[in-house]
Structure formats: structure tokens, C-alpha cells
């Protein structure tokens, strides 16, 4: 029987915790929040976005940051395993949009309760309001391992850590990136850090200003390097407008893309990177032309400002007028096939100048962490030190929205565990 400890009591840390109990072990949660998954609780808008219904397989493409160093442990604990983990704790779930599965009950306080109740049922003891000021080893015959762990109040022995402290985002429910400076005090390497999973601010806040609240869905998204002339990401889904730019599930999933791209820091400057938003991919420039035709013979008496009511929100119709630089007060008759052409334009190819990325005190999840490189892809054991394991966002790994980072954490949390 091994003790061991884990520092950090979000989604991998318990799933660690849990994991490394039924394996006979002695374990200890260390958690410097009063509470456990404090995290956990705000995913998902508070409604846990638990994982995808997709194909295991997906789950690496929909992770753009070292989605293949996750193969072997999505092996071993899938989607499946955590929806009958769930299950199994009493708490079933239900399947929405885009694969994404939520528990039945719409609660992440539920999700988190299941967890806790784990814990409980196996006696694993937790540590609350403690952090972790350095982990402790040695080194015998060449080989540097785990003795224990330092706190701010005491000094604890252990055979293994398992360190899952989260990243750098969100960091009022903890996760200040105190991990990194702990890794780094036993020669482990950080790959920057940087948000991801972030809304995107714009040059012009004047118009988004606006559009606050604004929510547009089933809208086509693409994010474009004038510089090169190439398309960046593409997306289809929802957006939302804010008094800084633009957020929502299709911007967060692009900003995991964006914030991988080379340069990136210096086309935002050039104004080099445009969202260019296409408000009614449902329909080429011919339909949309035939259905704005049918609307002007409907509202033919009045005036242009007043004829888009069913085609837009009522929010975005004076900034499309604006931008198609149509006469507002012009009756409908009145609009030439030129003008016809200009509105088209501006409601397939909607362009916003991108001027970066949010602070990552609002991202999602972090970008960067522990170098991949210095873990055992199939245990999650660091290649330096014998005994210390990572699990969850504090490795350089993450995905798109839509459940994909939640396994990360489950399927690294398992595995260490696993092993430890």
C-alpha cells in the first residue's frame, strides 16, 4: 500500500483521489479552497457540460493542443466510463446539441456531488485551506523520488504525488497556477502559458457595444489571416456579442485554434486577423436575394429601415444598414439592385477586426503547461521525478468547448491514479 498524496481537488484530482483508493492505496486530498470542484461548479454556465457523446476517436481531433499524447488514456477511461461512473452514483444524464451531455437534472452541483460522495463512501481524507508550498524528494542511487509534501502547516510523507492544481484560468476558484512553480522546483519545463477557450476582443467596440447581448444562432463563423490569405478556423453554432467583442461557444472553440497560430500577437496588431461572420449560411447569395425580394414586395411602402424585421434581429438591422450604406429613411421601391447586392454582402460577409485574445483570468482553460514531453503518455508519471504524476489542465494539453476538457481531466485523473 502506497500513500499517496493529491494536491488539488478539481475533476482529475478527484477522479485521481478515487481511482487511487480502490487501488488499495492511503490517500490524502489537499485542496486550498474550503470546498471541493469549486471549478467544476461554473462549467457548462453551472450546468456541467460532463463530456461528448462522440466517438472516443474524435476527442483527439477536437483537441488541438497535443490531442495524440492523449491516446493511450482515453484507452483506458472513456465518455462511457464517466456517464456510468454518474450512473452509478445515482445521477443520469441526457444528450444536447453538438454532442454535449449534461446531467438530467441541468445541476453541476449534481455532477460534483457524486464525486464527493465517492469520497466519502471510501474514506478518503481531504485537507481544506491548505496549499502546498513545495514537494518534497530524494535522490538514491541516480534516481530522484517522491518523500512528501510541504504545506503551510506541516510537513506530510508520501510514496506518491499526483498533481492536479488546474491551470491559470479562473483564478478565483483557485487555479492561480501555483502547479507550474512546484513543477518547475523539480526541473520539469512549462510550455507557455496563455487563454484558451477565451472571448476575443475587437477594434471597433463602438458597434459591439451595440450589439451587447446579442445572441446569434446557427451562424457560420470564419477567423482569417489577411496575411496570407488563408482561412484559420471554421465553425458553425452560436455567438454572442459583448461590450468588448464577441464570445460564445463557436468564438471560445476558435480561440483554442487562434492562440496556436504562428505570429498571431503581431497580426492582431497589423489588424490582420478578421472574423468574418456569415448571418445566414442557410441561404446562397441567390436565395437570400430572393427572400430580401419577397420581404421588400411585403413592405414595399415602407421604409428601408423598417422592412428587415423579419430577415434580423431587431438589434443588428441599423448596423447592417450602416455597413450596406443604404439610405435608412429610403422607401423599399425605391432600393436598387446595386444596394440589393451591398446588403447581401454585408449579411453573408460580416467582418470584424479581431484586436486579441481576453485576459486568461477569463479563459476557459489554460494553453501551455507541463511539457508533454517530460510525462509517461501511458501513465502519467513524470520522466524525472519517480512517483510525481500530473493529471487535468496542468498539462499542456486542451481542447475546443463541448465537453472534450472535462475528460481530459477525468481520463488523466483515472490513469494516475491508475498507477500511483
Known sequence: MNRVIVIGGGP?????????????????????????????????KGRCNITSSLEIKDF???????????????????????????????????????????PITDKSVDVLKCFTRKIKELNI????????????????????????????????????VILAVGGKSYPLTGSTGDGYKLAENLGHSITPIKPSLVPLEVYDK?????????????VAIKLKDLEKNKEV?????????????????TILS??????????????????????????????DSKKLNDRILRDFEEFKNKQFKNSLDKLLPQKLIPIIIKRAQIDPNKKVNEITKKER???????????????????????????????????????????KIKGLYFAGEIIDVDSYTGGFNLQIAYSTGYVAGLDA
Request: proline share 2%; glycine share 8%.
Open 60 to 102: 483527439i481531433k477536437n483537441t488541438p493542443g497535443n490531442g495524440n499524447f492523449l491516446y493511450s488514456v482515453y484507452q483506458k477511461y472513456t465518455n462511457k466510463d464517466i456517464i456510468n461512473f454518474l450512473k452509478e452514483q445515482g445521477l443520469e444524464v441526457k444528450e444536447e446539441r453538438g454532442n454535449r451531455i449534461f
Open 254 to 283: 476558435s480561440s483554442a485554434h487562434l492562440v496556436r497560430y504562428k505570429n498571431v500577437e503581431k497580426l492582431f496588431q497589423e489588424k490582420k486577423i478578421i472574423l468574418e461572420i456569415d448571418l445566414k449560411p442557410a441561404l
Open 125 to 160: 481524507e481531504v485537507k481544506y485551506n491548505t496549499k502546498v508550498i513545495e514537494i518534497l524528494t530524494k535522490t538514491i542511487d541516480g534516481v530522484t523520488q517522491i518523500v512528501g509534501v510541504k504545506t503551510d502547516k506541516e510537513t506530510l510523507d508520501a510514496d506518491k
Open 12 to 44: 482529475a484530482g478527484m477522479m485521481s483521489a478515487i481511482t487511487a483508493k480502490e487501488n488499495k492505496n492511503e490517500v490524502l486530498i489537499i485542496e486550498k479552497n474550503n470546498q471541493l470542484g469549486k471549478k467544476l461548479l461554473i462549467t457548462g
Open 206 to 218: 463602438n458597434e459591439c457595444k451595440q450589439l451587447q447581448g446579442l445572441s446569434l444562432r446557427n
Open 233 to 249: 478556423y471554421e465553425d458553425f453554432g452560436e455567438m454572442l456579442f459583448t461590450h468588448f467583442g464577441v464570445s460564445g461557444p
Open 341 to 383: 447586392e451591398k446588403l447581401i454582402k454585408s449579411i453573408k460577409k460580416f467582418d470584424i477586426e479581431i484586436k486579441g485574445f481576453r485576459p486568461i483570468e477569463e479563459a476557459i482553460i489554460t494553453s501551455g503547461g507541463i511539457n508533454i514531453k517530460e510525462i509517461n503518455p501511458k501513465t502519467m508519471e513524470s520522466k
